[in-house]
């Protein structure tokens, strides 16, 4: 139950990223959606998950549907979406506010190269974990 627990918060914070990091539409949308294109100069914007996903995260893991009654539950490579695909675009993203947006502000820049250590350390635990839990004993 923990695990499951742990897993659909992980891809909740994904769709999230994967939202905040999304090219800048066409249309603007909603005003108080915080999106990346915000910031000016930050360029490492576009998908995160492939497209195919993200519809899928959307109607199993952020909305009540159908889906998983009739189709069953989904699996999803976690491990690998936030290791190999959110983790480093959210570094390129705390490099960005560090050497740009917040140039001029040593006090600032020093709270993002913290959130930076967290971050790296982290997912340096999980790989850790991760590593743990497939060589236990099934």
Partial sequence: MQ???????SLMAIRKLTEFFKARPEKDE?????????????TQLGEVLH???LPELHKRIAHMTYREIQFGQASYEVKIAVTDLVVP?????LDYLES???ATDD???EEVRKARRGVV?????WRLLGAFLEEKPG
């Avoid at 675009?89 to 993203?93: A, S, V, W």
């Fill in 100 to 102: 740009t947006f917040f």
């Fill in 121 to 125: 350390g982290m997912v340096e635990k």
């Fill in 51 to 53: 497209r195919d996903d």
């Fill in 107 to 109: 006090l600032a820049k």
């Fill in 30 to 42: 909603k005003d108080d959606d915080l999106r990346a294109y915000d910031f000016d100069g930050f």
């Fill in 89 to 93: 675009r959210c570094l390129c993203f």
């Fill in 3 to 9: 695990r499951n627990a742990a897993a659909l918060a």
